[in-house]
């Protein structure tokens, strides 16, 4: 039972270039959504997050963009840089029955690797 | 910065014996949670406290489990006879609002079950 998808387990891209990665959700009633970067032996850190009344939110070099009637959300990174070689989760706070109370639900994860 | 903070950061326990697995959330926070990651699998949610009691728990959360706030700023996690399939990362989280919030993790407790 995937709430929200990550379909791609892993990315590679070169120091410079945009890193682009890709959640998908099932219920429409979804109406806030987060990324978190994940290092080995660390927690989740929180990026950036969007609500669904935007399309897009930006934060430096991170974007998040929604698509709602897609059911998707992406963050891009632009430029990327090694150290954002990390796995990245997209998660929102709602539970299969759209209503919430709080806990995450997360994504698999996409590893990112930033070559330099 | 404030953040979350867990200890110990490595437990190794053998199967049955009861573990304790301590967090102190951000200090003006009010919402608080356990997550788990299996390794190689994605972190899942536990359990959510709110206002001294269970706001929500997981499916996992059975009745091995059990969390407690004994003061103004821990948060404990206690497994009262462990598995090897307790063996886990497992994650303290915060926040200061229960919607439209993000919460924050601490570094995680790796815990080991002989």
């Known amino acids: 039972d995937q709430q929200v998808k990550q379909n791609s387990p892993s990315l590679s891209v070169q120091e410079g270039r945009i890193s682009i990665l890709n959640c998908d959700y099932t219920?429409?009633?979804?109406?806030?959504f987060l990324w978190y970067k994940k290092y080995p032996a660390e927690g989740p850190t929180f990026l950036i997050s969007?609500?669904?009344?935007?399309d897009k939110n930006e934060d430096g070099r991170f974007t998040v963009f929604l698509n709602k009637s897609a059911k998707h959300l992406s963050l891009h990174i632009v430029p990327s840089q090694p150290g954002d070689s990390a796995v990245y989760f997209c998660a929102s706070p709602h539970n299969a029955g759209g209503t919430s109370y709080g806990k995450l639900t997360f994504g698999q994860g996409t590893i990112l690797t930033v070559h330099p | 910065e404030p953040e979350v903070t867990q200890t110990p950061s490595h437990q190794v326990t053998q199967m049955g014996q009861e573990v304790i697995l301590r967090c102190v959330p951000i200090s003006n926070h009010l919402y608080f949670y356990w997550y788990r990651q299996i390794l190689g699998q994605k972190v899942e949610f536990l359990v959510s406290?709110?206002?001294?009691?269970?706001?929500?728990k997981s499916e996992i959360f059975d009745d091995q489990f059990s969390v407690e706030r004994p003061d103004g700023s821990n948060f404990t996690l206690k497994i009262r006879s462990t598995k090897l399939e307790d063996s886990a990362m497992y994650f303290c989280?915060?926040?200061?609002?229960?919607?439209?919030?993000?919460?924050?993790f601490g570094p995680g407790t790796r815990l080991t079950v002989l």
């Open positions: 406290f709110y206002n001294n009691e269970i706001s929500e």
């Open positions: 219920n429409s009633m979804f109406d806030y």
């Open positions: 989280a915060s926040s200061g609002q229960i919607l439209y919030n993000e919460q924050f």
């Open positions: 969007i609500s669904s009344i935007k």
